[in-house]
């Protein structure tokens, strides 16, 4: 993933989504944050369990997201407001480990409405690395008090000390301070050297007498009484600058040390980090998610070996039964019973609504007396023959044929389930509910015809009346009864027939061979996961191992160089407390003083008198005849 986002509307709904879909951890440094949405996502992630850190500058329009965070047990770190400390620029979030979101985007409204801002979005892993590490550092510096542009936390070792430098730098010292306890007045000597040179007009053998005798004087130096003192005073100053020498590179050598040990600390964890997440990833692919549903390795091998047992039962245990069994026939004959109930039952509602209620108006009218009629009439196909034809009574005796349909559409050819559900429950309650409702209205309008009234009864009013319970259930039980009936007989009957039950036997296999073989590429793929998440474990671990190799090795060079500095630090202490005991220190600095000033001054009256190749070459002869001595 490697996506940059400029639209500020867009960058924030990418923030969010990337919030919402964290799993692990999120880390955040920011140097402006008001935006309240966003501030919701990271207390969303922290209620579900999240580790979430974040980093703010001590701004003062931060207060209002930092106590809310803080207020959800969300760690903010961050100086006082105001703490120029704390002016932290950067803009960046780490998610999962993996996952950086890094730009120009700060975290308020402004930059989602009205600043043209870019966020880069990407799971590179040195990026992340590289951010996770100046994570740390930040959140270090704040905890310790440190100013945030302090670098005390690296991942990278500084450049080793040279042990030439330690060395040239300490003799330089120790070199100083002999110089300062002989108080050699070299200014004196530059001005003769410069008389000497106006008087023999540059004279290069005057040059050479006149360092003979220098030399000569300064010999005298040594055996000089007040020279003791200095002795002793110098002795002392070596010692404490040798003793300092040692404590500075002690010093020095742990904060190596240190630094090395830190690098370490913050590459283990994250390498660490990244073997958990990888640990979680093989458990979740061995074992599966059941939060997500997701099935894993260990779910799929056990489905594999019920299918396969299901193959071979099925393949075992399929035969042909006879249909003519005891129980078949008794089937039958409820069935039969069955419906013919149900043909009486739904042809006298149809009697009753459509016919029965003309009839007793009919009788009315004439004059007669008719008996308040029964609930279902057991003969209204007979009547409905005599008063409309044979053909009307014929239908109204197979009307229960469409209820019964819809209960059975599974018997009809139907593979849908959703399909036979709706249909079942269509034909049992709707169906019997319109009928029973149509009937008890009928009653009604002929109670209220024996009665001299008119009826006003509405359709939603039926659930008042006995009448309509009472339909209802003498239509509904028999229809729910029918239905399995006629499913037992329908599945004996395909039972019976071998054509049939080899057909089902043969389209069952199919399905669960797909279905082993599904599994199968599910397994092969979960095993491929597995294996590359278990090289990247073992990788991960080399890595460790290899760390710790690097680390120690490191820390023995380390060891090694500082050994040789202090060495040769001891060697220049040695040598200089030798000479300080013979006197020859003091002979020599204030020889190679006192010739440096008396040449310096010769050397510069030359050009007041001769031209510049001349200077030259007088300079140069200068020079060697001060090397020859």
């Not at 000569?216 to 002392?236: H, M, P, Y």
């Not at 779910?299 to 193959?311: A, P, T």
């Not at 359709?459 to 009472?470: A, D, M, S, T």
Request: some cysteine; charged content about 25%.
């Amino acid at each position: 993933m490697n996506d940059i986002i400029t639209n500020g509307s867009d960058i924030k709904q990418r923030i969010i989504q990337e919030l919402n879909n964290a799993r692990q951890s999120v880390k955040l440094a920011m140097a402006w944050f008001t935006d309240r949405d966003i501030a919701g996502a990271f207390i969303a992630a922290k209620n579900r369990n999240i580790d979430v850190d974040v980093i703010l500058s001590s701004n003062v329009q931060n207060e209002t997201v930092k106590q809310m965070l803080t207020a959800a047990g969300i760690p903010v770190h961050a100086f006082e407001t105001g703490d120029e400390r704390g002016m932290m620029h950067h803009k960046f979030c780490l998610i999962d480990n993996k996952i950086t979101i890094n730009g120009s985007y700060n975290y308020s409204y402004n930059a989602s409405s009205n600043n043209v801002e870019n966020v880069h979005i990407t799971d590179e892993p040195a990026t992340h690395r590289q951010l996770l590490a100046e994570f740390e550092r930040l959140k270090y510096n704040i905890e310790n008090d440190i100013p945030l542009s302090t670098n005390v936390q690296t991942p990278k070792l500084p450049e080793p000390i040279e042990t030439a430098d330690v060395a040239e730098t300490f003799a330089m010292h120790l070199h100083n301070l002999v110089y300062l306890a002989a108080q050699i007045d070299t200014n004196e000597y530059k001005t003769k050297g410069f008389e000497k040179s106006r008087e023999s007009f540059g004279s290069v053998p005057i040059f050479k007498a006149e360092y003979d005798n220098i030399k000569e004087q300064i010999g005298l130096f040594a055996i000089d009484d007040s020279i003791g003192s200095k002795k002793n005073v110098l002795t002392s100053s070596i010692n404490t600058a040798f003793e300092t020498e040692k404590a500075n590179l002690e010093a020095d050598k742990q904060n190596l040390i240190n630094t090395i040990k830190s690098a370490d600390e913050i590459e283990r964890r994250h390498i660490s980090e990244e073997i958990g997440r990888y640990n979680v990833e093989k458990s979740i692919l061995e074992s599966g998610n059941q939060n997500t549903g997701t099935n894993g390795l260990i779910q799929v091998n056990k489905e594999i070996e019920l299918k396969k047992l299901e193959k071979k039962g099925l393949e075992q245990s399929i035969v042909i039964k006879p249909f003519a069994t005891i129980g078949t026939i008794l089937v039958c004959v409820f069935l039969t019973i069955c419906l013919f109930y149900l043909s009486i039952f739904f042809a006298s509602a149809i009697y009753k609504v459509f016919f029965e209620a003309n009839i007793i108006n009919a009788s009315l009218e004439a004059g007669g007396t008719p008996p308040l009629p029964q609930l279902v009439d057991a003969n209204a196909i007979v009547k409905i023959c005599q008063q409309q034809g044979a053909l009307f009574g014929f239908i109204s005796g197979l009307i229960f044929l469409f209820p019964l349909a819809l209960t059975n559409m599974k018997v009809l050819g139907s593979e849908k389930p959703w399909v036979n559900n709706t249909c079942f429950w269509v034909g049992l309650m709707v169906f019997d509910i319109l009928v029973s409702g149509m009937v008890a209205i009928n009653t009604d309008v002929i109670k209220s015809l024996l009665n001299g009234e008119k009826s006003t009864m509405q359709f939603w009013e039926v659930i008042k009346q006995g009448e309509f319970y009472l339909i209802f259930v003498f239509g509904m039980l028999p229809l729910f009864i029918t239905h399995f009936l006629v499913d037992y007989v329908t599945k004996a009957y395909r039972e019976s027939r071998k054509e049939i039950v080899d057909a089902e036997k043969a389209r069952k296999l199919q399905i669960l061979e797909m279905d082993i073989l599904e599994l199968l590429t599910s397994q092969e793929i979960l095993n491929g996961k597995i294996n590359d998440v278990t090289d990247s474990i073992k990788l991960a671990n080399n890595k460790i191992s290899n760390l710790e190799i690097e680390i120690n090795n490191q820390l023995n060079q380390l060891e090694a160089r500082f050994i040789a500095m202090q060495q040769n630090v001891k060697a220049i202490f040695d040598d200089y407390n030798a000479k300080i005991s013979s006197g020859k220190i003091f002979t020599d600095v204030v020889l190679i003083s006192i010739i440096s000033a008396f040449k310096t001054g010769f050397i510069d009256y030359l050009p007041k008198f001769y031209a510049a190749e001349e200077v030259a070459r007088r300079v140069d002869e200068i020079e060697l005849s001060i090397i020859d001595k």
